[in-house]
């Protein structure tokens, strides 16, 4: 039996210190895997983060890791924790939708090797989380199956971000302690923003994207998502490696991103944003942005200013290009026909690709090496580059513009194979979470949550929750 006050909310726990307890026996995997099924249970037919729930399988892992880790026979940290994973990631036997409703019965035949990853160090699957349809869309909207609620506002509906909307909605909310998004144009950050938690995008090749449904299999990137950036590195550390199943991750040595987490940022030098890129965030975001630059001067870093031979703008017209070309190569089946039932945003967002021709696709693959190479020379020297993660707060679902997309801020570094780390920088006037985005140059995770964990260690932006609590 668990030493603790068992009245208190298990779900608010960070999962570095539940996994603490589990190790030490002071708390059961049962205990915590039933705190979230409960909450999952009591609040999200509200929330609709989640599209199928693994209630018993998960009692049953969480039984089989209590009777593991009290015999001594704990595979590791991670034992026993619970996670949720995207409603793109296979596992064998088990519904995988790509967020469509054509696909609603598409039994799985292969578990993807992150999932494998995940159970093999003893983690607990709770279920899969909403997404938009083939992940096309960073509204965090999807039409015929249902759009999560961003826990920040009960009474009006508001973006969840997308496509990974119930991933951000179950962590934001305490209905998971962490999940797995993907982010091909800002999947992970766009929802981490405007759900208020932190969220990675790695670089290509880090993470296997075997067993993941594909958007765009030249910009898919999968990443963790948590409340902190310690439990995003954690979770990073566990997802990532080599795997033969997919060539991109061959030839990249592992990182532990937990060996330099608490070195802090003095002597850093952290790149500001181009003035001309102000102009597309709000007044509320500016100001935590500004703000975030001073709190991390003043531990020590070294803020300066560069000059970028291109506009995000143009930068995530090509990410685009790619991914509306290579989307429809992969469902143009569903795309072209009338009768099919997708969500009359995406299916135009996807048919655009028709129009792509071969000469425009190659285009736009052989411009990222050479806009990289521009990028790289710009930022040389340099270990970040800070911008907001997103223009503005959650945007009321009303006043919502399907035919624009909210990833100002993140496309460019899908496109230019960067990573990215989104962290909650503050609150705006409407009490609405903003977010700061850390860009590192290519396999540079480490780096991107070294100094996110820096500016958490320093606020608390981190640990506000939403008033989501009280849904009953």
């Not at 967020?99 to 990853?117: C, D, I, V, W």
């Not at 826990?151 to 209905?175: E, H, I, K, Y």
Request: aromatic residues 6%; negative net charge.
């Amino acid at each position: 039996m668990s030493q603790l006050d068992l009245t208190q909310d298990l779900t608010q726990v960070p999962v570095h210190e539940l996994s603490q307890l589990l190790q030490s026996r002071k708390l059961s995997p049962v205990e915590v895997t039933n705190a979230y099924l409960t909450k999952i249970e009591h609040q999200d037919s509200k929330l609709h983060s989640f599209v199928q729930v693994y209630g018993d399988d998960a009692r049953l892992a969480a039984r089989a890791a209590e009777a593991a880790i009290q015999s001594g026979h704990s595979v590791g940290p991670l034992h026993g924790l619970p996670i949720a994973l995207k409603d793109l990631i296979e596992l064998e036997g088990k519904i995988v939708t790509g967020g469509s409703e054509a696909m609603k019965s598409n039994f799985s035949t292969r578990t993807a090797t992150l999932a494998k990853k995940l159970m093999a160090q003893g983690m607990i699957i709770l279920g899969k989380t909403h997404t938009v349809e083939f992940a096309m869309g960073g509204w965090g909207t999807n039409s015929l199956r249902g759009t999560p609620w961003n826990p920040w506002d009960l009474n009006r509906a508001r973006t969840p971000g997308g496509s990974s909307s119930g991933s951000g909605v179950a962590v934001a909310a305490c209905l998971a302690p962490w999940a797995v998004g993907t982010d091909t144009g800002g999947s992970v950050r766009l929802p981490a923003s405007w759900c208020g938690i932190t969220g990675l995008k790695t670089s290509i090749g880090r993470v296997s994207t075997y067993g993941v449904l594909p958007l765009s299999p030249t910009l898919d990137t999968p990443g963790p998502m948590a409340r902190s950036v310690e439990d995003v590195a954690l979770l990073y550390a566990a997802i990532q490696g080599y795997d033969p199943l997919d060539p991109l991750t061959n030839g990249l040595p592992y990182t532990d991103p937990n060996e330099n987490l608490r070195r802090g940022v003095r002597g850093l030098r952290l790149a500001r944003m181009p003035q001309n890129e102000t102009q597309f965030a709000s007044a509320d975001v500016l100001a935590a942005y500004d703000r975030s630059l001073s709190e991390l001067e003043a531990l020590g870093a070294e803020i300066v200013d560069i000059k970028l031979p291109f506009l995000f703008a143009d930068v995530a017209a090509f990410n685009l290009r790619i991914m509306a070309a290579e989307s429809y190569a992969l469902y143009h089946k569903l795309i072209d026909d009338e009768n099919a039932p997708l969500d009359p945003h995406v299916r135009p967002r996807i048919a655009s690709g028709r129009a792509v021709s071969s000469q425009a696709y190659i285009e736009a693959l052989s411009m990222r090496s050479v806009m990289k190479a521009q990028y790289d020379l710009a930022l040389e020297g340099i270990d970040a580059l800070l911008t907001p993660s997103t223009m503005t707060t959650a945007v009321p679902l009303e006043e919502v513009d399907q035919t624009k997309a909210p990833a100002h801020y993140t496309r460019f570094a899908n496109y230019l194979n960067l990573c990215a780390l989104a962290l909650p920088n503050g609150i705006a006037t409407d009490g609405l979470p903003t977010s700061l985005q850390i860009v590192c140059p290519t396999n540079d995770e480490s780096m991107a949550l070294r100094i996110g964990w820096a500016y958490q260690n320093s606020s608390n932006w981190h640990l506000l929750r939403p008033s989501a609590f009280d849904v009953s």
